[in-house]
């Protein structure tokens, strides 16, 4: 098999999910005639035709809502947001009706809402959203963020078969960039399970999206002075693999959350909080966090890099950490 | 519906050898250059993430600004270059905004979605389809609220017509034109696409100003590649909402020429022979014909506007290359305002 990129993995997770199960189909702007914003379901229209492949008027809450309500008759619909910025005008039938519906009803909504994040692409403040803050306290929904071609295919196959409402958040800096060899055989990477990417006994870096090539960099740079460097792949938001974390930072005792998302408020205050609560005698420094500072995500390109996690500065706080 | 636009149509035609119709053909002209020149630079990579040109288009921007007056407020979405020179954006600043340089019109934190130049009554470019309907109206009626007797215009493509900001706003206004409070010119830009999806695919009534209707707001239609009918329509219009306070919708039946993003190359959605078919409506051509018939003006004249227009673009791709980048602290600059409590004025105590 040839290697496979990120971007072709969720294609043919899609693609595989369909043919395998008839509940499945695809909804969205401009996935079928267009082939997807980015060539993300570029095919499929062929493929499975335009009752599965619904190409919709530019209405959000209408694309998950519709998603949602045919989800409650027993399908298994794939809702496409054409950015993941763009989920603020779905935002409310997601949170108040598809994430509750199961603990109010008892009828699952199992519906995968999918879609592009992330910068580094010069996007802009309105299109490199890194979304998944805005979702994490809202019990019922869970959250994946592949970083890998392998992730991203299996994770979106366990989201699609998954009972409940999956956010499942695609890096499109890293659709074209990265691919791999992925096995022939149809496989699922289990929602809620970190992947330990790097093994290392010195620091961990908890770490998921495109941030795993951040941090796969630092931990070269640091290999060098013979520091050797841990990194969790964390995969899943919500559920997140507590074990993993506390179970590295037992090993370690020097901890780094890194993610793309502004700092306050983001996913690490919930990581670094659980560590601190149920880690705390483990550690022989204190948590850092890394993160995009706290502005909106500027267009310009120096100005993005900047606001950007990058290499120096998790090196920054490794060094910090190791000399603590 | 067609009756008043033949008349306004005649009225604006009487004047057509007005010395300012000649500088809105160099206008158009010149927007299309620009417009090419942003393609070309983004092919270059000197230009980032995503650009919509309006080629094909200008007769609806160039058309509406000239009905306006200073003080009034434009609305648009991201296809917004065009909206900004028409009402008299610097080049330069629009350019070094696209190459996301501190001379930008906003510093280059935004991009080519996100021009914004109240200087001259723009207020963006919006990046969400259809979410700055809601802030044309709010603007409207503000304008009332304070006195004075501005409009605001607002454009949007066919296809923000059906995300809930637009109903929502759209109702808004059609109530508060009731008191006269909403003075706002809605603008469709019908170019027949929402990106790959043709307004039969994604509107269940094809009639767009019908559907505005709904809403108790009048409407009408206009060819939207004919200069001289747009500004005919526009200036009684504008004259109108003006006056009354009501808000008031133009359906401008258009077509873009190029794809809907730099990205969209293949345009799979279309056939060649469409785009083909269209292009004999250029509306500068038509407008160049017309100037032609009715005031004798000339290829010679036009090549020289071309040759100035191309001149032009070269040189904001110029002042954009060599602009700096925005300065390290620009990244912190305004993400609160800074100025805190506003003091209050003289006038407003009263
Ligand atoms: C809420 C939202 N959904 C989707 C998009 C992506 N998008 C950008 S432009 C566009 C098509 C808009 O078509 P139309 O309103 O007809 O304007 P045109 O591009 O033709 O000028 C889409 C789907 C967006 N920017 N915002």
Redesign the interface.
Known sequence: MPETTYIDAITQAMSEEMARDERVFLIG??VG???G?FKTSYGLLDKFGAERVI???????AIIGAASGAALMGMRPIAEMQFL??I??GYDILVNFAAMNSYLFGRACPIVVRGPAGGG???????SINPEAMFLNRPGLKIVAPGTAYDAKGLLKAAIRDDNPVLYIEHKYLYRRIKENLPDDDYIVPIGKANVRRRGKDLTIITWGAMLYVADDAADELAKDNVSTEIIDLRSIVPFDEDAILESVAKTNRVIILHEAPLTGGAGAEFAARIAEKAFDYLDAPIKRIAA????T??????EA??LPDKTRVLQAARELLAY | MAKAKKESDSAVLDAACAPEWTEILKQMIFIRRFEEATEREFRKGKI???LHVYIGQEAVASGIVGALQKGDAVFCGYRDHAQALSLGSDPNRVMAELF???TGVSK???????LFDVEHGLYGGY?????HLTLAAGAAYAKRYQGSDSVVVCYFGD??M????FHEAMNMAGLWGHQGMCPIVFVIENNGY????SVE???ALTDLAARVRAYDIAGEKVDGQDIFAVRGVADRVVRQVRETGKPYCIEAVTYRFSGHGAADILQ??RTKEEVEQHRHRDPINILRKRLGEVCGLTDDDVKAMDEWAIERAANAVKFAEESS??A?D???AD?VAEHGPRPVSEDERE
């Open positions: 702007e401009d005639a267009y082939g914003a190409d919709t008027p530019i209405s959000e809450i910025d763009f603020t005008c692409t010069h996007g802009g403040p309105y299109h500072l706290d502005v909106p500027p267009y310009s390109p120096p100005l900047a606001a | 980032g993430g995503y996301g340089k501190g280059g934190k935004g991009g080519s979605m996100h990046g969400i389809v259809g979410g296809g923000a059906n995300i809930g900001s929402a990106m790959g999806t695919r994604h509107s799979p959605y980048q925005p390290p620009e990244l912190f993400v």
